[in-house]
């Protein structure tokens, strides 16, 4: 019998398929509710059998990350709801920032917005920085966008701790030498990754978009950036992040809030507030979670 793909829940079927990514699949379960778990596969192949223990090793190394933000929320960083042998209950979003870019090539994204979104991805990169962790796979993939069109960063299952090695190199996203190797992780690969994020929103497209990846990833190799002379807002910015010249990404942040007439106090102001708003709605939707999972489980013992 050839292999296909087990569902987590017995009421969950491809009709709730919404995505797959590297550490398994997403589905729906409501309008607000998301589900992410580990891939597994019935009447699996071997090399099925291997992707499994992977998709199964990263979801719990997302669910230990979810674990310390879920005593720890910031407003730009994905909701997780609850956390179950079976994955990951997760706040449903709208799009990927990458979705959203690709669009803007025939709709513009106002410098309002765009402004918003690299204080937003700044302060959640520099929030997961103050927690000890480094995101280590920072791209508009993994970046989400809520139904108010602000940024959510998603995607721990290949977050570290600063010092450690690297788990994925996503070109154009992730700093390389001429030996292809990555840094270890810490202020200076995250900050490789967030400069080319930032570009992405700024300019719309990737460093180097026009290039093949080869030759793309041969010119970030020897740190030769595009122009950022067109945005003389964050082109500073992104320059310095290329080149690892912040100490922290806190820093960054600082600059970023500096940038934009803003204090650091006034805008831990607005995260508290909006923390709260987030920390109200909370119980509701873990309720909704448990009552899923219970009527799972007495569908089984029927």
């Not at 937003?120 to 796979?137: I, K, M, P, Y």
């Not at 807002?233 to 007439?261: K, M, N, P």
Request: hydrophobic letters at 40%; glycine letters at 4%; one cysteine or more.
């Amino acid at each position: 019998m050839a292999p296909y793909l087990r569902m987590p829940f017995r009421s969950l079927s491809v009709d709730d398929f919404i995505s797959r990514g590297a550490a398994g699949h997403v589905f729906h379960i409501n309008p607000n509710i998301v589900l992410k778990c580990p891939t597994k596969f019935d009447n699996a192949f071997p090399e099925q059998m291997e992707e499994m223990e992977e998709s199964d090793k990263k979801i719990e190394a997302e669910k230990a990350v979810y674990r310390v933000l879920m005593e720890h929320p910031h407003p730009n960083i994905v909701q997780c709801i609850l956390c179950v042998p079976e994955g990951i209950f997760l706040r449903r979003m709208e799009s990927t920032l990458q979705e959203r870019l690709s669009q803007s090539r025939t709709a513009t994204i106002p410098a309002r917005t765009q402004e918003r979104w690299v204080l937003q991805l700044t302060s959640a990169v520099a929030w997961l920085e103050r927690l000890g962790f480094v995101h280590g796979d920072l791209r508009p993939a993994n970046i989400l966008l809520d139904a108010n069109d602000n940024i959510q960063l998603s995607d721990f299952d290949a977050t570290v701790k600063p010092g450690a090695e690297l788990m994925v190199a996503s070109e154009p996203f992730c700093k390389m030498d001429e030996n292809l190797e990555t840094p270890l992780a810490g202020p200076v690969s995250e900050q490789f990754s967030l400069a080319s994020c930032i570009y992405n929103i700024r300019f719309g497209h990737w460093p180097w978009h026009e290039l093949d990846p080869r030759a793309r990833g041969e010119k970030l190799i020897r740190n030769e950036f595009p122009s950022v002379s067109a945005d003389p807002l964050f082109g500073d910015v992104t320059t310095r992040c290329w080149h690892g010249e912040y100490a922290s990404i806190a820093f960054v942040e600082q600059d970023v809030l500096s940038r934009l007439g803003r204090t650091v106090a006034k805008d831990e102001a607005l995260r508290r507030a909006a923390i709260e708003e987030i920390a109200a709605e909370h119980p509701l939707l873990r309720v909704e979670c448990e009552e899923f999972v219970a009527k799972q489980a007495r569908g089984r013992s029927c």
